[in-house]
């Protein structure tokens, strides 16, 4: 390759030449940031478990109770038997296990939600006991724990007492507000026992259910192999099939809408900025050469094989490709940083999210879940996509550089 001779060429269409670099790697940025978060969608979606530590939340198909009153079963869930939910538990794919019984208070002061768990719990009570905020996480007997954001809306302080379902109970600790992502949060975590004994006594219950014996919830969680292959969600409907499964795939689709490089439209237009950039490479490629018609000539007088020419102009080729790869990853890296730096809302379906959207009081709570896009630097995808753009680009040059057999040796200045 001649140097002076790139330089030269590089000097008399820098403009020319700054467009096509900072087009190839404006283009190289995007496919690798739009790459990045396609494999980030999995882990985007499962932002609103992560406040939980689950990967998915079963509850069960049931019956609607006629009357809102005393307490009732939300969102029409049908009691879960010990037995279903020891077949949950013994899933191949669970590791981990917890079970509640959740609970609306209709009642002659104000709504309730309550959350009957066990005091030892594995995901329930570890949960709680890192977020009290003042008092003791004690759920022993009548004892409770209720919200910040409950206590200061009813104006309760830690040691009162308050009435649930004709029983007072006496609160012990407070938590930090929406400590679930506003997935399954209830306004005050009671003892497991007393829980199945208010929906036992509960009558709008026994109209619609014959509760089944001993211990039973109505929500179940479970913690699970994310390398594990197969449908999680039909391997727990094959239990039953009333269970309902929310888990990462319940807010793919909704993840996907607010990424729009990889929605359809957004892959469309991706599409087409590729081929207009890969047309106009290919343009100015042939332009070049029909432009450099008289360099050559003379090079081919001097004695230059096409094979000599060919190389000579795959090495032009590859330096400006390697500028603009290296530059695109450069901006990629910028570009990801930013988006490291954004959050993604996503709106809960008020048949996860646990208040009755029926009562004006409780239609305004927040249903939205931020969180910070999970971007991850992946070094596989950044050298994949550079070769993949070097090795696209040069087999085009390559491919039309059959047109250089056409320029022939040509003396000029006889």
Not at 70 to 82: Q, V, W
Not at 102 to 120: C, P, Q, R, V
Not at 132 to 142: R, V
Request: net charge positive; charged share 20%.
């Amino acid at each position: 390759m001649m140097k002076a001779y790139f330089y030269s060429f590089v000097k008399s269409n820098k403009t020319k030449l700054s467009l096509l670099v900072l087009s190839i790697a404006v283009y190289f940025a995007l496919a690798v940031s739009a790459l990045t978060l396609h494999k980030s969608i999995p882990e985007i979606a499962a932002l609103p478990f992560k406040g939980i530590g689950v990967q998915s939340v079963v509850q069960k198909n049931g019956k609607i109770p006629e009357r809102m009153l005393g307490a009732i079963f939300p969102h029409s869930n049908a009691p879960i038997s010990a037995e279903e939910a020891d077949k949950l538990r013994r899933l191949e794919f669970v590791e981990g296990y917890d079970k509640g019984l959740y609970l609306w208070h209709f009642d002659n002061s104000y709504f309730k939600s309550t959350m009957g768990i066990e005091a030892e719990s594995v995901i329930f009570a570890e949960i709680l006991r890192k977020n009290i905020l003042q008092g003791e996480f004690n759920i022993a007997n009548e004892n409770i724990v209720i919200t910040d954001d409950f206590a200061r809306k009813h104006g309760i302080s830690l040691s009162d007492e308050i009435t649930i379902s004709g029983a007072g109970h006496k609160v012990r600790g407070i938590l930090k507000a929406n400590l679930t992502g506003n997935i399954i949060p209830a306004d005050v975590y009671m003892n497991m026992r007393r829980a199945v004994e208010i929906a036992k006594n509960s009558e709008e219950m026994k109209k619609v259910y014959q509760l089944p014996n001993g211990d039973f919830a109505n929500v179940i969680l479970l913690r699970t192999d994310s390398l594990w292959k197969g449908s999680k969600e039909k391997e727990i409907k094959a239990i039953s099939k009333d269970f309902i499964v929310f888990s990462e795939n319940t807010f793919t689709g909704e993840v996907a809408k607010q990424l729009s490089l990889i929605s359809g439209a957004g892959r469309t237009i991706f599409a087409v900025m590729g081929m207009v950039l890969l047309s106009a490479f290919c343009l100015m490629v042939i332009s070049g050469m029909k432009s450099r018609e008289r360099e050559i000539s003379l090079l081919r007088m001097l004695g230059w094989r096409i094979r000599d020419i060919k190389r000579h102009f795959i090495a032009e080729s590859f330096i400006l490709l390697l500028i603009s790869v290296a530059a695109g990853n450069i901006l990629a890296f910028a570009i990801l940083k930013i988006l490291s730096l954004q959050t993604v809302s996503m709106e809960l379906p008020w048949d996860i999210s646990a208040k009755p959207h029926f009562l004006p009081e409780e239609n305004s709570i927040e249903r939205i879940v931020q969180a910070a896009i999970p971007v991850h630097y992946d070094w596989w995808t950044f050298a994949t996509l550079s070769i993949a753009f070097l090795l696209v680009f040069l087999a085009i040059n390559y491919t039309l550089f059959y047109r250089l057999k056409n320029i022939k040796p040509f003396e000029y200045g006889r």
